[in-house]
């Protein structure tokens, strides 16, 4: 199967766009590739129309204006100044504006607890709608735009994920606590036993001071276990493991091992 390229102009020269469109690429199953002149065009995103029967995404500042308040309006969100009036989408800027998660950065250090989430009990304008799948509906309507517009065929579309899969699973890991006979870590899991009554942290101090004293191997550090079990599912997974920065202040429940040992 040929993939199908689509060419789009903008008239912001910025990475941002690029990201974006990228996105759009691998949500509908087609490729976008960016063009230096308008007449190349066949999709332009600019504040004002193209040429001809191009499709045309208008660009609007606000969706990239942090400070901005926005509102559920006509099903899509959009700045609280236009609510009124049933303006093209911008469906570019709101794509960027809802993944790089925008209006949430907007929230006061005052509602936020001591590590900076968000309070649950807190009410924002941006909860209107926590169903639904603002994103994917914003991909779904930019794609039939293309196909109104003749620049894309649904039946020569590449598959989201192979085989007709209808989703994909991807398998993390927070590597907060690799190695137990760390003299620090064991001392942390007896304290939290001890002053919090922590059972697991209890039990795994006991562990760790049994392979300490007959000489066993660390009961936390199991990456080798992993591997083995991934390669029998014949599946790859990330592992996020800390990186201490001068840059971040210290806190009592950062990880206490080190990458480099």
Request: charged letters at 25%; glycine letters at 6%; a neutral charge.
């Amino acid at each position: 199967m040929k993939t199908q390229k689509i060419y789009y102009y903008s008239e912001f020269n910025s990475h941002v766009v690029e990201w974006v469109f990228r996105f759009f690429s691998s949500a509908i199953g087609c490729t976008f590739c960016a063009v230096k002149e308008l007449s190349q065009a066949a999709v332009v995103y600019a504040k004002a129309p193209g040429q001809g029967k191009q499709l045309h995404i208008p660009f609007r500042d606000e969706y990239y204006d942090q400070g901005q308040r926005f509102c559920l309006y006509d099903g899509y969100w959009v700045p609280e100044t236009t609510r009124v009036a049933a303006l093209p989408i911008d469906y570019v800027g709101l794509v960027f504006r809802l993944l790089t998660l925008m209006d949430e950065l907007n929230v006061p250090e005052a509602q936020r607890d001591p590590l900076g989430n968000l309070q649950l009990d807190l009410q924002i304008p941006r909860l209107a709608f926590c169903d639904r799948p603002m994103v994917d509906e914003v991909v779904q309507a930019f794609k039939q735009e293309l196909i109104a517009h003749q620049l894309l065929r649904e039946e020569d579309l590449l598959p989201r994920w192979p085989d007709g899969k209808r989703y994909a699973v991807v398998i993390t890991h927070d590597t907060d606590g690799p190695c137990l006979l760390e003299p620090r870590e064991l001392a942390k899991a007896g304290a939290k036993g001890l002053l919090r009554r922590d059972g697991m942290e209890a039990r795994a101090f006991l562990a760790g001071v049994y392979r300490l004293a007959t000489g066993g191997s660390d009961p936390y550090f199991n990456f080798s276990q992993w591997a083995a079990c991934e390669q029998s599912l014949g599946a790859r997974s990330a592992f996020y493991v800390y990186m201490r920065s001068k840059r971040v202040p210290d806190h009592r429940h950062n990880p206490l091992y080190r990458v480099s040992k």
